[in-house]
């Protein structure tokens, strides 16, 4: 399904998300809680920082206790080993599901934040209620995943590209302004060797949990831009017609990150994924 774009909320919610403040569990994680109701954890991708869903939790938390974390080496979050695999990020979910005392929650991940939240799917069982995967890869063609491990290969050697991402991410409308200035600065403030662990398992992670999809048998939103050159409304459709219970929805002329860029689209959508199957509990 392809859905209207729009920026009808986008400067203000994206201007809107300052430091939130922080706890930390006992192994090092550091985020951010508000609201109270179903758990809902959101995960950001490579290079961000948990103010990336600020727009989302701001809306989501009026409904749900909402707890966005941020991702390892990231924000205030200890590292993972240099080495560590997509594997590894998915466990690490699973221990800070342990050490919030959480038994089952819904998950949207963004980016390789949704590679993880796909891996808990596939491997968690019950614990994870319901999947939401934004502008997440799914079998890369030889060309993206040649260049994606070009670039996860030159990061040691010439440090976080800040200007590729943006590039790849972003289009020059001027309502993406406040968006991409937004993620510049975050981009400026990531630990780069947590930038290059996370990044090469992102490469190498697009088929490390490809063909669970028909294991997971929750609600699975799969969203996209429609003009994300990366993570592509292709993909989107592909791992919605292997998932039992999932669904594709594309916004129209957005790239990676919709959900700073089409916040109200984006709210709207996550929340029909969080509604859905109510009527049979």
């Known amino acids: ?36 109701g179903e758990p809902l954890v959101l995960i950001h991708g490579v290079g961000m920082r948990l103010e990336a869903w600020a727009p989302q939790i701001a809306f989501l938390s009026a409904g749900h206790r909402v707890i966005a974390v941020d991702m390892p080496g990231h924000g205030e979050s200890a590292k993972l080993p240099a080495g560590s695999r997509l594997e590894e990020f998915v466990a690490w979910l699973g221990r800070f599901l342990d050490e919030m005392a959480i038994d089952t929650a819904s998950v949207a991940g963004h980016s390789m934040g ?27 063609d030889p060309e993206a995943k040649a ?36 993620t510049r600065e975050w981009l400026n403030l990531v630990d780069p060797e947590g930038y290059a662990v ?28 429609s003009d994300d050159p990366n993570s592509t409304p292709l993909m989107a459709s592909q791992m919605a017609a292997l998932a039992p219970k999932g669904w594709a929805r594309i916004v129209k002329g957005h790239r990676h990150m ?12 996550l929340a029909e994924w969080l509604s859905f199957g109510e009527d049979e509990r």
Do not use: Q
């Open 114 to 140: 949704a590679l993880i939240s796909g891996g808990a799917a596939a491997t968690l069982g019950e614990r994870i209620g319901r999947v939401a995967y934004l502008n997440g890869v799914y079998r890369r």
């Open 1 to 36: 399904m392809l859905t209207a774009g729009s920026t009808k909320g986008t400067a203000a919610a994206t201007s809107a998300a300052g430091a939130l403040p922080r706890k930390r569990t006992a192994s090092g994680t550091a985020y951010h809680e508000a609201g109270s």
């Open 198 to 225: 996370a990044y090469a398992a992102f490469a190498g992670g697009d088929e490390t949990y490809a063909d669970r999809w028909k294991d997971v048998r929750g609600p699975a939103l799969f969203l996209t831009g």
């Open 258 to 269: 919709v959900n700073l860029t089409a916040p109200d689209i984006v709210n709207s959508l």
């Open 147 to 182: 260049a994606v491990l070009a670039r996860a290969a030159a990061i040691p050697v010439t440090g976080v590209d800040k200007e590729g991402p943006l590039a790849r991410w972003f289009g020059d409308e001027p309502d993406s302004l406040i968006a991409r200035e937004l």
